[in-house]
Protein backbone atom coordinates (compact mmCIF):
# COMPACT_ATOMS: atom_id res chain seq x y z
CA UNK A 1 0.00 0.00 0.00
CA UNK A 2 1.33 3.45 -0.80
CA UNK A 3 2.85 5.89 1.56
CA UNK A 4 2.27 10.10 1.29
CA UNK A 5 2.94 12.56 2.92
CA UNK A 6 0.48 15.17 4.05
CA UNK A 7 -0.31 17.26 7.28
CA UNK A 8 3.40 17.04 8.26
CA UNK A 9 3.27 12.88 8.74
CA UNK A 10 3.28 10.28 6.47
CA UNK A 11 -0.19 8.48 5.76
CA UNK A 12 -1.16 5.02 4.63
CA UNK A 13 -3.69 4.40 2.29
CA UNK A 14 -5.35 2.63 -0.05
CA UNK A 15 -7.39 3.71 -3.18
CA UNK A 16 -9.50 1.28 -5.17
CA UNK A 17 -11.61 0.72 -7.92
CA UNK A 18 -14.15 -1.44 -8.72
CA UNK A 19 -13.03 -4.18 -10.61
CA UNK A 20 -14.50 -3.97 -13.84
CA UNK A 21 -15.75 -0.88 -15.06
CA UNK A 22 -19.71 0.02 -14.19
CA UNK A 23 -21.66 2.63 -15.08
CA UNK A 24 -24.07 2.82 -11.42
CA UNK A 25 -22.28 5.95 -9.74
CA UNK A 26 -19.94 6.41 -11.96
CA UNK A 27 -17.39 5.10 -9.59
CA UNK A 28 -17.71 8.08 -7.68
CA UNK A 29 -15.28 8.04 -4.66
CA UNK A 30 -16.08 7.35 -0.96
CA UNK A 31 -13.86 7.79 1.87
CA UNK A 32 -13.75 6.13 4.53
CA UNK A 33 -12.20 6.87 7.83
CA UNK A 34 -11.62 4.34 10.77
CA UNK A 35 -12.29 4.01 14.88
CA UNK A 36 -10.50 4.08 18.05
CA UNK A 37 -6.97 1.70 17.31
CA UNK A 38 -8.77 0.41 13.80
CA UNK A 39 -6.39 0.30 10.87
CA UNK A 40 -8.00 0.39 7.24
CA UNK A 41 -8.85 -2.84 7.02
CA UNK A 42 -11.82 -2.20 9.49
CA UNK A 43 -14.04 -1.75 6.30
CA UNK A 44 -12.79 -5.12 5.22
CA UNK A 45 -16.82 -6.37 4.79
CA UNK A 46 -17.78 -3.17 3.29
CA UNK A 47 -15.22 -3.04 0.48
CA UNK A 48 -16.92 -5.47 -1.48
CA UNK A 49 -20.68 -3.90 -0.97
CA UNK A 50 -18.88 -0.41 -2.66
CA UNK A 51 -17.43 -1.76 -5.26
CA UNK A 52 -20.04 -3.67 -6.55
CA UNK A 53 -22.92 -1.04 -6.38
CA UNK A 54 -19.77 1.08 -8.48
CA UNK A 55 -18.43 3.02 -6.16
CA UNK A 56 -14.50 3.69 -5.97
CA UNK A 57 -12.68 3.40 -1.97
CA UNK A 58 -10.34 5.69 -0.07
CA UNK A 59 -9.42 3.93 3.40
CA UNK A 60 -6.30 5.12 5.30
CA UNK A 61 -4.31 4.49 8.65
CA UNK A 62 -5.28 7.73 10.72
CA UNK A 63 -2.52 8.87 12.81
CA UNK A 64 -0.92 6.83 15.36
CA UNK A 65 -2.19 3.33 13.80
CA UNK A 66 -1.24 1.02 11.12
CA UNK A 67 1.66 2.30 8.71
CA UNK A 68 0.93 6.18 9.14
CA UNK A 69 3.13 8.18 11.56
CA UNK A 70 3.03 8.28 15.03
CA UNK A 71 3.63 10.92 16.57
CA UNK A 72 3.55 12.47 20.32
CA UNK A 73 0.11 13.12 20.99
CA UNK A 74 -2.57 14.25 22.45
CA UNK A 75 -4.30 14.14 19.05
CA UNK A 76 -7.71 15.80 18.52
CA UNK A 77 -10.61 15.01 16.18
CA UNK A 78 -9.92 18.63 14.20
CA UNK A 79 -5.65 17.78 14.00
CA UNK A 80 -7.35 14.41 12.57
CA UNK A 81 -9.80 16.11 9.92
CA UNK A 82 -6.77 17.79 8.81
CA UNK A 83 -4.86 15.15 8.57
CA UNK A 84 -7.73 13.82 5.71
CA UNK A 85 -7.58 17.43 4.37
CA UNK A 86 -4.16 16.83 3.54
CA UNK A 87 -4.41 13.53 1.93
CA UNK A 88 -6.93 14.13 -0.31
CA UNK A 89 -5.07 17.38 -1.64
CA UNK A 90 -2.17 15.28 -2.44
CA UNK A 91 -4.28 12.81 -3.85
CA UNK A 92 -5.63 15.69 -6.19
CA UNK A 93 -2.41 16.91 -7.12
CA UNK A 94 -1.29 14.16 -8.05
CA UNK A 95 -4.12 13.05 -10.01
CA UNK A 96 -4.97 9.78 -8.53
CA UNK A 97 -8.60 11.80 -6.90
CA UNK A 98 -10.09 13.66 -9.46
CA UNK A 99 -10.24 17.41 -9.10
CA UNK A 100 -14.39 19.26 -8.74
CA UNK A 101 -15.93 15.83 -8.73
CA UNK A 102 -16.83 15.51 -5.12
CA UNK A 103 -16.67 12.51 -2.50
CA UNK A 104 -18.78 10.93 0.04
CA UNK A 105 -17.86 10.84 3.56
CA UNK A 106 -17.81 7.93 5.81
CA UNK A 107 -17.11 7.49 9.58
CA UNK A 108 -17.46 4.95 12.36
CA UNK A 109 -17.03 5.66 15.88
CA UNK A 110 -13.82 8.00 16.33
CA UNK A 111 -14.19 8.17 12.62
CA UNK A 112 -17.63 9.37 12.78
CA UNK A 113 -15.83 12.03 15.15
CA UNK A 114 -13.51 12.79 12.51
CA UNK A 115 -16.02 13.10 9.94
CA UNK A 116 -17.94 15.90 12.00
CA UNK A 117 -14.88 17.56 12.35
CA UNK A 118 -14.02 17.61 8.76
CA UNK A 119 -17.50 19.08 7.71
CA UNK A 120 -17.27 21.74 10.08
CA UNK A 121 -13.75 23.05 9.15
CA UNK A 122 -14.30 22.19 5.44
CA UNK A 123 -17.69 23.40 4.76
CA UNK A 124 -18.91 23.02 0.60
CA UNK A 125 -19.58 26.42 1.18
CA UNK A 126 -15.16 27.43 1.37
CA UNK A 127 -12.58 26.71 -1.08
CA UNK A 128 -10.28 23.87 -0.05
CA UNK A 129 -6.74 24.79 0.85
CA UNK A 130 -4.23 23.48 2.39
CA UNK A 131 -1.55 24.66 4.58
CA UNK A 132 0.94 21.86 3.93
CA UNK A 133 0.37 22.11 0.03
CA UNK A 134 0.62 25.53 -1.97
CA UNK A 135 -0.44 23.12 -5.14
CA UNK A 136 -3.25 22.43 -3.35
CA UNK A 137 -4.67 25.83 -3.40
CA UNK A 138 -7.58 26.33 -5.15
CA UNK A 139 -9.23 22.68 -5.01
CA UNK A 140 -12.46 22.58 -4.07
CA UNK A 141 -13.15 19.18 -2.32
CA UNK A 142 -16.87 18.74 -2.42
CA UNK A 143 -18.57 16.36 -0.49
CA UNK A 144 -21.55 14.71 -1.68
CA UNK A 145 -23.12 13.36 1.81
CA UNK A 146 -22.03 12.62 5.09
CA UNK A 147 -22.36 9.42 6.78
CA UNK A 148 -22.00 9.33 11.00
CA UNK A 149 -22.07 5.54 12.00
CA UNK A 150 -22.35 4.13 15.78
CA UNK A 151 -20.64 7.72 17.30
CA UNK A 152 -22.00 11.02 19.05
CA UNK A 153 -21.77 14.86 19.60
CA UNK A 154 -19.94 14.35 22.95
CA UNK A 155 -19.47 11.53 25.12
CA UNK A 156 -21.40 12.56 28.25
CA UNK A 157 -21.33 11.19 31.69
CA UNK A 158 -21.51 7.23 30.81
CA UNK A 159 -18.99 7.06 27.70
CA UNK A 160 -16.78 9.45 29.95
CA UNK A 161 -16.34 7.29 32.48
CA UNK A 162 -15.96 4.46 30.67
CA UNK A 163 -13.01 5.77 28.52
CA UNK A 164 -11.18 6.78 31.70
CA UNK A 165 -11.24 3.07 32.69
CA UNK A 166 -9.85 2.37 29.21
CA UNK A 167 -6.83 4.84 30.06
CA UNK A 168 -6.11 3.00 33.62
CA UNK A 169 -6.66 -0.78 32.06
CA UNK A 170 -4.52 0.44 29.38
CA UNK A 171 -1.68 1.87 31.64
CA UNK A 172 -1.95 -0.74 34.31
CA UNK A 173 -2.37 -3.79 32.05
CA UNK A 174 -1.87 -3.32 28.02
CA UNK A 175 -3.53 -2.48 25.11
CA UNK A 176 -4.59 -4.86 24.14
CA UNK A 177 -6.15 -5.92 27.46
CA UNK A 178 -8.61 -2.86 26.80
CA UNK A 179 -8.94 -4.52 23.07
CA UNK A 180 -10.56 -7.92 24.80
CA UNK A 181 -12.77 -5.80 26.84
CA UNK A 182 -13.89 -3.35 24.17
CA UNK A 183 -15.14 -6.83 21.96
CA UNK A 184 -17.30 -8.05 24.97
CA UNK A 185 -19.29 -4.27 24.16
CA UNK A 186 -18.92 -4.83 20.24
CA UNK A 187 -20.49 -7.96 19.63
CA UNK A 188 -24.04 -9.22 20.58
CA UNK A 189 -24.39 -12.51 22.84
CA UNK A 190 -25.67 -14.88 19.59
CA UNK A 191 -22.58 -13.78 18.12
CA UNK A 192 -20.89 -14.98 20.96
CA UNK A 193 -22.76 -18.53 21.22
CA UNK A 194 -22.90 -19.32 17.57
CA UNK A 195 -20.24 -17.82 16.02
CA UNK A 196 -17.12 -19.47 17.14
CA UNK A 197 -14.69 -19.32 14.39
CA UNK A 198 -15.40 -15.40 13.74
CA UNK A 199 -15.12 -14.80 17.48
CA UNK A 200 -12.07 -16.66 17.23
CA UNK A 201 -10.73 -14.75 14.08
CA UNK A 202 -11.73 -11.24 16.05
CA UNK A 203 -9.84 -11.92 19.68
CA UNK A 204 -6.95 -13.16 17.47
CA UNK A 205 -6.61 -9.73 15.97
CA UNK A 206 -7.14 -7.89 19.24
CA UNK A 207 -4.54 -9.86 21.00
CA UNK A 208 -1.99 -9.05 18.05
CA UNK A 209 -2.97 -5.97 17.99
CA UNK A 210 0.54 -3.26 17.15
CA UNK A 211 -0.28 -0.06 19.08
CA UNK A 212 2.03 1.66 21.84
CA UNK A 213 0.45 2.98 24.76
CA UNK A 214 1.36 6.20 23.65
CA UNK A 215 -0.36 6.19 20.26
CA UNK A 216 -3.27 4.62 21.86
CA UNK A 217 -3.82 6.86 24.81
CA UNK A 218 -3.25 9.88 22.05
CA UNK A 219 -6.21 8.67 20.01
CA UNK A 220 -8.53 7.88 23.17
CA UNK A 221 -8.05 11.68 24.09
CA UNK A 222 -9.78 12.42 20.58
CA UNK A 223 -13.20 10.52 22.01
CA UNK A 224 -12.65 11.90 25.29
CA UNK A 225 -12.58 15.31 24.83
CA UNK A 226 -14.71 15.26 21.50
CA UNK A 227 -18.13 17.89 21.92
CA UNK A 228 -19.48 19.52 18.84
CA UNK A 229 -22.62 20.37 20.47
CA UNK A 230 -22.04 23.77 20.44
CA UNK A 231 -21.57 23.91 16.54
CA UNK A 232 -24.16 21.10 15.65
CA UNK A 233 -26.75 23.69 17.19
CA UNK A 234 -25.44 26.87 16.04
CA UNK A 235 -25.79 25.77 12.12
CA UNK A 236 -29.58 24.32 13.31
CA UNK A 237 -31.00 27.50 15.03
CA UNK A 238 -29.69 28.68 11.48
CA UNK A 239 -31.23 25.68 9.59
CA UNK A 240 -27.91 25.35 7.78
CA UNK A 241 -26.35 21.62 7.02
CA UNK A 242 -23.59 20.39 8.30
CA UNK A 243 -20.49 20.34 5.77
CA UNK A 244 -22.64 22.91 3.68
CA UNK A 245 -24.55 19.43 2.34
CA UNK A 246 -28.39 19.85 1.53
CA UNK A 247 -31.34 18.24 3.74
CA UNK A 248 -31.28 14.69 3.90
CA UNK A 249 -27.34 14.47 2.70
CA UNK A 250 -26.07 13.21 6.25
CA UNK A 251 -27.00 10.46 7.80
CA UNK A 252 -26.77 8.98 11.61
CA UNK A 253 -26.75 5.23 11.66
CA UNK A 254 -26.40 3.30 14.50
CA UNK A 255 -26.37 -0.57 15.91
CA UNK A 256 -29.54 -0.94 17.39
CA UNK A 257 -28.07 -3.03 20.42
CA UNK A 258 -25.12 -0.78 20.74
CA UNK A 259 -23.74 -0.49 23.77
CA UNK A 260 -20.50 0.89 24.17
CA UNK A 261 -21.64 4.02 22.22
CA UNK A 262 -25.23 3.89 22.91
CA UNK A 263 -27.85 4.52 20.61
CA UNK A 264 -29.59 7.33 22.26
CA UNK A 265 -26.46 9.28 21.69
CA UNK A 266 -26.45 9.03 17.85
CA UNK A 267 -29.97 9.75 18.27
CA UNK A 268 -29.56 13.32 19.90
CA UNK A 269 -26.45 13.41 17.42
CA UNK A 270 -29.28 13.29 14.13
CA UNK A 271 -31.47 15.33 16.20
CA UNK A 272 -28.53 17.99 16.23
CA UNK A 273 -28.09 17.52 12.53
CA UNK A 274 -30.22 20.23 10.50
CA UNK A 275 -31.49 17.83 7.71
CA UNK A 276 -29.87 14.58 9.29
CA UNK A 277 -31.74 11.45 8.96
CA UNK A 278 -31.18 8.44 11.69
CA UNK A 279 -31.06 4.57 10.59
CA UNK A 280 -30.48 1.62 12.98
CA UNK A 281 -29.51 -1.85 11.66
CA UNK A 282 -29.17 -4.99 13.64
CA UNK A 283 -26.03 -5.59 15.96
CA UNK A 284 -24.36 -3.55 18.56
CA UNK A 285 -21.11 -1.55 18.01
CA UNK A 286 -19.47 -4.00 15.65
CA UNK A 287 -22.52 -4.01 13.86
CA UNK A 288 -20.51 -3.53 10.46
CA UNK A 289 -18.38 -6.85 11.35
CA UNK A 290 -21.46 -8.91 12.58
CA UNK A 291 -24.46 -7.87 9.75
CA UNK A 292 -22.39 -6.03 7.29
CA UNK A 293 -24.92 -7.42 4.43
CA UNK A 294 -27.72 -5.52 6.48
CA UNK A 295 -24.78 -2.13 7.82
CA UNK A 296 -24.40 -2.61 3.59
CA UNK A 297 -27.47 -2.20 2.36
CA UNK A 298 -28.20 0.91 4.61
CA UNK A 299 -25.30 2.73 3.82
CA UNK A 300 -25.06 1.80 -0.26
CA UNK A 301 -28.20 2.68 -0.75
CA UNK A 302 -28.37 5.96 1.07
CA UNK A 303 -24.91 6.75 -0.82
CA UNK A 304 -26.19 6.07 -4.19
CA UNK A 305 -29.63 8.29 -3.53
CA UNK A 306 -26.94 11.23 -2.91
CA UNK A 307 -25.48 10.43 -5.88
CA UNK A 308 -28.64 10.66 -8.00
CA UNK A 309 -29.43 14.16 -5.83
CA UNK A 310 -26.26 15.32 -7.47
CA UNK A 311 -25.88 13.68 -10.72
Known sequence: MPLLEAND??????????????SSNNNELVVLINGLADDLGTWSYQIPALHAAGFTTLRYDNRGIGRSSKPPGPY???????????????????????????????GVS?????AQAYALRYPNASLATSSSSASGQGLRLR??????????????????????????????MSVADVMRDV??????????????????EVEEAMRGLDMSLEAY??????IQKFDTTS??????????????????????????????????????LAELCEGGRFVTVKGGHGCMWEFPEEFNKALVGFLRECGEKKA
Open 183 to 200: TLWAFTVPFFRTRTEELE
Open 143 to 172: MKSLSLCCTYAQPTAFCTRMFALWADMAAK
Open 76 to 106: SAEQMADDLQGLLLALATKGEVKRDEGFHLV
Open 217 to 222: LAQLHV
Open 9 to 22: ITINYLLESPPEPS
Open 110 to 114: MGGMI
Open 231 to 268: ALGGLKAEERVLGGLEGGEVMVLAGKTDLLIPVVLSRE
